[in-house]
């Protein structure tokens, strides 16, 4: 199995930036994406960004195209979300989750097999 653990979450004003980590142990050969989503209250899960593992593929959601960037530290199993000019739409409940297969690149939540805890982000205006 394979253990993801989120930190980096906190409260900033709008307009600030955050960055999420997401550490993976266990059996992380596995692992071919990894990818966060998020969710506000009485909201769907939403899928924010995914990687593909060897940095082949990656995947944003139109919301955050152009202010959140990827990246991964793959001898540290970590991946990162740099979050930039913030807003209090992007305030939610951030969850880090890996998918065990092959395939298209993509932020369907379904496609992803082991999901972490969560991190609060929380954007005031």
């Known amino acids: 199995d394979v253990q993801l653990v989120e930190s980096g979450g906190g409260s900033v004003q709008a307009g600030g930036s955050l960055i999420l980590s997401c550490a993976a142990s266990?059996?992380?050969?596995?692992?071919?994406?990894m990818g966060w989503f998020r969710q506000a209250p009485g909201k769907e899960r939403e899928g924010v960004a995914t990687m593909h593992s060897e940095g082949h593929y990656t995947r944003y959601a139109d919301s955050v195209k152009g202010r959140f960037t990827l990246s991964q530290d793959n001898a540290k199993k970590t991946v990162y979300l740099q979050m930039n000019n913030l807003n209090p739409e992007d305030s939610a409940m951030y969850y880090c989750a890996v998918r065990g297969s092959r395939g298209a690149c993509t932020l369907t939540l379904s496609a992803f097999d082991i999901w972490g805890q969560g991190t609060q982000v929380t954007v005031s205006s």
């Open positions: 266990g059996d992380t050969y596995r692992t071919y994406y």
